[in-house]
């Protein structure tokens, strides 16, 4: 083989070998564009599945790459972002800041930030992460940074700030005394309101004894019901005793304890006490004027049953004093929408504390469109001060409205704290007081009045019947003068009576009396009354019938029996009497042939002290009657016997429920 011939074939295999190996090579190379493809695939997935934003910068700060959710955040493409500057994307104030935070990072740092910057027309908070990329050769060729929305948790945190001023302000404004009270029954901690109550400054009395300012006759009691309620975690009591007022006086006191001791956050008795010294002076001097008034019912502190959420410790305790406490405590801002309310509060009107938070506190109280007149929220924004009214809300309650101002630290007015009690029980305390003394005082006009002037008529015949004891005749004439008028005397202390018992019939006094043996009875007095007149009264004899009443309804029918004879100038009286059924009331018309009731006076002569024409008479039995019936939950009225007319005598329509 020559030489030539030798070097082909050397050639030829050798391109060969370079042919299998630059096919090696290039299976090799695609295998590694595979890899980096899928890596590449893996990071975009990994990149848009975030749930926070995440960028790259180049070094010119532009945005080179941007993940699903900055594209979400801003409402853009991925392509609308890509190349865009801060300056385009949160304007120039927030480009400014962000720009000399991004400097850092190309020059090596790691930036780690809150910053709030506008997006579109939100301001949002971020924090920021942001690392140096650096290329093959190490060199820093742009960043890569992530930002988590944090704004809510910003709102979540200025919203403990503000509930814990709330708190504060609320515990050291209220008008009870809260006191944390340890397993030795030594003070802990003691409300400023303690100063306004009783005179002491709140830190003389921390470490000294909870029973110290309790009086010598109730300490062993007190001391008893701490030891018995030790084994009662969570169980509330109620007590009333008297505490020392540093002036040297003893106040009234009712307390409400719970037994916190195993739970670690408070470790205490938590006491809420409220003057009651008032309360009490006002029921002491209800019963000297009337003694068979029941005694007033104070208002009622509600009792706690739930803590509220886990805050941290010292808001934890402070939320616990306040829901233990039975004022309406509310949070409002200036322009009266609560922010904030106890528990007590919510209830008030039967609403859960989360269901009242957003609604303007006179929507709600008063149902009205407009803020209450009075108001002293209005006046706290001109004075910056505590202020106190009165307000009385549609369903009649009266509320005892104390207003205290939130401010800033630059002493400027934030919101407003309302602190309410009822003191419907009070007033009404105080109004029955003066309508007792007016009513006992009516009737003892009344009594002095009417029954001297009977007296002097019972005299004067007497003294007639002296001067003519000879003449049997005008002897018989005085005597019948005088019984006439001592019976119009009996009838008038039975109706004064019967008066004064009306106001005491309640609905749980109300009991089945007999209709028809009342009416036969009434009936049977008022014939031997008037033994002068002919009086026939037309009634079944066999009616029966049970009315829900009491035993006063036989003044019903006395007052109505009586005036169809009294009033009626015929010697030959009649009087018919039905009683019918209609629906769950007994109908009964008493029905006369006397001289009638003119249209004008029909409505009139049920009125206290209104007589017909010159008719003598006190004018209070008919009074009585109507108020006797409505007070059995009944109905009367008055009409024509005949139609057209009223001479042809009257109509009395008495209903009365069924017994």
């Not at 470790?267 to 004027?289: C, G, P, Q």
């Not at 039995?621 to 019936?629: E, I, N, Q």
Request: with cysteine.
């Amino acid at each position: 083989m020559s030489e030539k011939h030798r070097q082909t074939e050397n050639l030829i295999e050798e391109l060969n070998r370079l042919k299998e190996e630059n096919q090696a090579l290039k299976a090799e190379l695609e295998s590694k564009l595979r890899q980096e493809e899928d890596s590449q695939v893996a990071f975009r997935q990994l990149f848009d599945a975030a749930e926070d934003s995440v960028f790259i910068k180049g070094t010119d700060l532009r945005y080179r790459d941007v993940n699903a959710a900055m594209e979400q955040l801003f409402g853009a493409t991925h392509d609308e972002l890509i190349g865009k500057t801060d300056l385009e994307l949160f304007g120039a104030e927030a480009a400014e800041h962000i720009e000399k935070s991004d400097k850092k990072v190309l020059a090596g740092e790691v930036v780690n930030e809150e910053h709030t910057k506008p997006v579109g027309d939100r301001m949002i908070t971020f924090h920021v992460i942001k690392t140096p990329m650096r290329n093959e050769d190490g060199e820093i060729d742009g960043l890569c940074g992530i930002a988590r929305d944090i704004t809510a948790r910003k709102k979540d945190e200025e919203m403990l700030r503000n509930n814990e001023r709330l708190i504060r302000s609320m515990v050291e404004n209220g008008m009870d005394v809260i006191t944390l009270v340890n397993e030795d029954v030594s003070i802990r901690y003691e409300s400023e309101s303690i100063k306004r109550v009783l005179g002491y400054d709140p830190e003389d009395l921390v470490g000294t004894s909870a029973l110290d300012l309790v009086h010598p006759d109730e300490k062993e009691r007190i001391a008893g019901l701490f030891s018995e309620y030790a084994d009662k975690p969570g169980e509330p009591i109620r007590i009333e005793c008297r505490y020392h007022h540093k002036d040297g006086s003893w106040r009234d006191f009712e307390a409400i304890g719970v037994n916190f001791l195993n739970d670690p956050a408070i470790n205490a008795y938590v006491v809420n006490s409220r003057d009651i010294t008032e309360r009490k002076n006002i029921e002491m001097e209800l019963r000297r004027h009337r003694d068979r008034l029941e005694e007033l019912v104070a208002e009622r502190t509600r009792e706690i049953t739930e803590a509220v959420e886990k805050l941290k410790l010292a808001e934890r305790d402070k939320a616990l004093i306040l829901d233990s406490i039975s004022e309406h405590v509310v949070y409002q801002d200036l322009d009266h929408t609560i922010l904030w309310s106890n528990r007590a509060a919510a209830e008030s009107v039967n609403e859960q504390i989360n269901g009242i938070a957003g609604r303007k506190c006179h929507e709600v109280w008063s149902q009205s469109g407009e803020v209450c007149e009075n108001c002293p929220l209005d006046r706290v924004i001109k004075s910056l001060k505590p202020e106190e009214s009165e307000v009385a809300t549609p369903d009649g309650r009266i509320w005892q409205i104390k207003g205290y101002p939130v401010l800033n630290e630059n002493g400027e007015l934030e919101n407003f704290v309302e602190i309410t009690r009822e003191v419907t029980e009070a007033r009404k305390a105080e109004e029955q007081k003066v309508a007792a003394q007016k009513e006992a005082e009516f009737y003892l006009d009344l009594m002095t009045h009417d029954l001297t002037n009977f007296n002097s008529v019972i005299y004067g015949n007497l003294e007639l019947l002296e001067k003519h004891s000879d003449l049997i005749e005008k002897a018989v004439r005085f005597v019948e003068t005088c019984r006439r008028q001592l019976m119009k005397s009996d009838s008038l202390i039975s109706r004064v009576r019967a008066f004064s018992q009306v106001s005491e019939i309640e609905e749980q006094n109300l009991h089945s009396v007999s209709v028809a043996d009342s009416i036969r009875e009434m009936a049977r007095i008022v014939k031997r009354l008037y033994p002068h007149k002919s009086i026939k009264v037309e009634f079944d004899p066999e009616a029966r019938g049970e009315a829900r009443a009491t035993e006063l309804i036989d003044s019903v029918f006395m007052n109505l029996i009586e005036n169809a004879v009294k009033h009626n100038v015929k010697d030959d009286v009649w009087i018919g009497i039905d009683m019918s059924e209609e629906d769950d009331y007994w109908a009964i018309t008493i029905s006369d042939n006397g001289q009638g009731i003119p249209d004008a006076m029909k409505e009139k002569i049920f009125d206290r002290f209104q007589r017909i024409g010159r008719e003598k008479g006190s004018g209070l039995g008919l009074s009585l009657v109507r108020a006797l019936v409505e007070k059995f939950n009944g109905s009367i009225a008055v009409e024509d016997r005949i139609a057209g007319g009223h001479s042809g005598g009257s109509v009395f329509c008495v209903k009365i429920p069924k017994g």
